[in-house]
Nanobody, 126 residues
Framework: QVQLVESGGGLVQAGGSLRLSCVAS????????VGWFRQAPGKEREFVAG????????NYADSVKGRFTICRDNAKNTVYLRMNSLKPEDTAVYYC???????????????????WGQGTQVTVSS
């Protein structure tokens, strides 16, 4: 089992920045790929960014490329999502998810991830 806890969400004005953190406990975190997803009211959960087990491979949704950066610190069992130039359409609950994987490819489907956190709210005001 892997337990995931997100933090760092909040209310920010358009153009501002936030850094989300996902802290894992349980099994050896370095063997897990991690993804960030988000879900806005009335919409399906969507992939935002992901990182493979080593941190050597990342993947981003087109809507956040150039604005968001994902990275990980396996010594701290933590994955970060730095979000810059935030837009009102980025408003959502953000979830981190993990799955055992030593692949290079980073997958972007919800069904590719077994473990999920409870989410953290990000609200961007215009």
């Amino acid at each position: 089992q892997v337990q995931l806890v997100e933090s760092g969400g909040g209310l920010v004005q358009a153009g501002g920045s936030l850094r989300l953190s996902c802290v894992a406990s349980g099994r050896t975190f370095r063997n897990y790929a991690v993804g960030w997803f988000r879900q806005a009211p009335g919409k399906e959960r969507e992939f935002v960014a992901g990182i493979n087990w080593s941190g050597g491979s990342t993947n981003y949704a087109d809507s956040v490329k150039g604005r968001f950066t994902i990275c990980r610190d396996n010594a701290k069992n933590t994955v970060y999502l730095r979000m810059n130039s935030l837009k009102p359409e980025d408003t959502a609950v953000y979830y981190c998810a993990a799955d055992y994987s030593v692949e290079t490819v980073v997958r972007g489907r919800t069904r590719d991830y077994e473990y999920w956190g409870q989410g953290t709210q990000v609200t961007v005001s215009s």
